[in-house]
C-alpha cells in the first residue's frame, strides 16, 4: 500500500454548495485519465483561530457577503491550469506547487476554502490510482497504524454555536470502553435521545446549535455537566473517565475579556482562577480532555494551566495551533498542552496537515481529528482518523446529516476491516 503511484487530473473543476449553515462552501471534481471523479468540499469555521488559513469570500451582496464565486473561479482558473498540467508524483510535490502558485501565507490570495477541497480531491486521486482505500492510502503515507477513533459527541452547545447564555462552546461525550466503533455510535446516540427528553421536560425547548447539540437556555457550565450525567445514566451507561467520559471544547477565545482575564457565567476569572475553575471541574465530573482551556493570545494562561493540569486531563490546542507544525513545535518546547486539534482546512492542505500530525507525534502529543461547525457531507476526517491510527475525533452530535456522515464513514470502514482496534491509542 506504500508504493507511490502518480496522478494524472485531466479536469478539475469547481461550484459553491451550501454547507450546513446555509452558507456557500466550494465543492472540487478532480477527473482521472480513467475516468474516476473524485469529489471534495471545504468545511467553514465560525470559532476560526487568529492564524488560520484564510478563506476567499466575495463580500459582495449575495450571502451577506459569504458568497464562493471568487474561489471558485480561483479553481476553475489558473489552479486547474496548473493540476490538469502535468504528471504528479506526489501529494506532497502538489501542494507546494499550490502554495508556491498562491504565493501569499495562509493562501489568502486563492483562497484557503479552494485549496483544502483540491488538496483533498486529489488525496482521494491518489489513493485511487494506487488502488488503495483513503485510510489505507492515508496510513502509507504517514507510516502509521490504522485504528478507530473514540468519537467526542458534542450534545451540548453554546459559545459562537449558539445563541443561549453559555460561555463553553462544546459539551462532549466520549464512550471510551465501548469496544467497537459500532458500539460508540449506539452509545452517543442513546445518550443523544436520553438528554433531548431531559432538556424539553426541564427547558420546554430542545433547540439545536450549529453542530447539532442541544442549546437549552442555560448559562452555568456545571448545570450543563449535570445534564449530561442525567443522560449518561438515563440511557443506562455509566458516566466515567474510563467509560463514557466528558470532553470539553471551552473555546476560550469566545469568553476572553483580554489580557488574561476571562469572564464565565457573568464571573470574571484570572489565569489562575481559571485554572482553579476547570480544576474544580475536573474533580468533580468525568472529565478526560479540555480544548482551547485558554484564549490564543494568552501564553501566561496556558503555562499556567499547564503546570496545574498537565497530567490530569488531556489538553487540547486548537486555536492555539491551527494545525500548524511550527506552531506546534512552538506549543511543545513551552510545555503547554498534551495534544493537538487537527482541522485540514485550518492550515490548508493534506500534506501540511499530515505535517502538523508529524510535528505532534515526534513531540509526543497526541491528536484529535475535527470537523468544523460549517460542514458538508464530506468524509475525508474520517479517513485522516482511521489512517493516521490518532484514537479521538470530533464531528459534532450524533444526527444531523453532514455530523453522522462522518460517524457512518467510520462503521463502514469497521465493517470492513473488522481486526482493526477501537479506541486511544
Ligand atoms: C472548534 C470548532 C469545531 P469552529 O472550535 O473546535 O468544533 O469550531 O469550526 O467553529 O471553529
Ligand atoms: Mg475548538
Redesign the pocket.
Known amino acids: 500500500m506504500t508504493a507511490r503511484t502518480p496522478l494524472e487530473v485531466t479536469a478539475l473543476r469547481a461550484r459553491g454548495i451550501l454547507d450546513s449553515r446555509g452558507y456557500p462552501t466550494v465543492e472540487v471534481t478532480a477527473v482521472l485519465g480513467d475516468g474516476a471523479r473524485l469529489v471534495a468540499a471545504a468545511p467553514a469555521g465560525a ?1 476560526t483561530g487568529e492564524h488560520e488559513a484564510v478563506e476567499v469570500r466575495d463580500h459582495g451582496p449575495e450571502y451577506g457577503g459569504r458568497g464562493v464565486r471568487r474561489a471558485v473561479r480561483n479553481v476553475d482558473g489558473e489552479i486547474a491550469a496548473l493540476v490538469t498540467g502535468r504528471v504528479w508524483e506526489s501529494i506532497d510535490e502538489l501542494d507546494a506547487a499550490l502554495g508556491a502558485l498562491g504565493g501569499t501565507p495562509g493562501y489568502s490570495r486563492l483562497g484557503a476554502n479552494a485549496v483544502v477541497a483540491v488538496s483533498i480531491a486529489a488525496a482521494r486521486g491518489f489513493a485511487h490510482a494506487a488502488g488503495a482505500e483513503l485510510h489505507a492510502w492515508i496510513a502509507g503515507r504517514l507510516g502509521t497504524a490504522e485504528r478507530l477513533p473514540v468519537p467526542h459527541f458534542n450534545v451540548l452547545n453554546g459559545g459562537a454555536h449558539a445563541v443561549n447564555g453559555l460561555d463553553f ?2 459539551f462532549m461525550i466520549a464512550p471510551v470502553d465501548a469496544g467497537t466503533e459500532e458500539h460508540a455510535v449506539q452509545v452517543g446516540a442513546e445518550v443523544y435521545h436520553a438528554l433531548a427528553a431531559v432538556v424539553r421536560e426541564r427547558y420546554g425547548t430542545a433547540g439545536l446549535g450549529d453542530e447539532g447539540g442541544f442549546a437549552p437556555p442555560i448559562s452555568d457550565p456545571r448545570v450543563a455537566l449535570d445534564l449530561l450525567l442525567t443522560a449518561i445514566e438515563a440511557a443506562g451507561h455509566t458516566p466515567g473517565v474510563d467509560r463514557v467520559a466528558i470532553a470539553l ?1 471551552p ?1 476560550a477565545n469566545g469568553f476572553h475579556l483580554g489580557s488574561g482575564r476571562y469572564r464565565i457565567d457573568g464571573r470574571e476569572l484570572d489565569d489562575e482562577g481559571l485554572t482553579g475553575y476547570y480544576r474544580d471541574l475536573i474533580e468533580h465530573y468525568p472529565i478526560r480532555s479540555v ?2 482551556g485558554f484564549a490564543e493570545d494568552d501564553p501566561h494562561g496556558w503555562a499556567t494551566q499547564a503546570a496545574a493540569l498537565l497530567g490530569r486531563v488531556q489538553l487540547v490546542g ?2 492555539l495551533y491551527v494545525t500548524d507544525p511550527a506552531r506546534i513545535r512552538d506549543g511543545a518546547a513551552h510545555g503547554y498542552t498534551d495534544a493537538v ?1 487537527i482541522k485540514p482546512n485550518q492550515i490548508g492542505t493534506v500534506s501540511q496537515t499530515f505535517d502538523a500530525i508529524r510535528a505532534a507525534r515526534e513531540a509526543g502529543m497526541a491528536c484529535m481529528v ?1 470537523h468544523r461547525s460549517g460542514e458538508t457531507a464530506d468524509t475525508f476526517i474520517a479517513d485522516l482518523v482511521v489512517g493516521s491510527g490518532v484514537g479521538q475525533l470530533k464531528s459534532g452530535a450524533p444526527a444531523r446529516g453532514e455530523r453522522v456522515a462522518k460517524y457512518n464513514r467510520l462503521t463502514e470502514i469497521e465493517i470492513d476491516h473488522p481486526a482493526l482496534p477501537y479506541g486511544l491509542a
Open positions: 470559532s462552546q462544546e471544547d473555546a480544548e482551547d486548537d486555536d486539534l475535527s
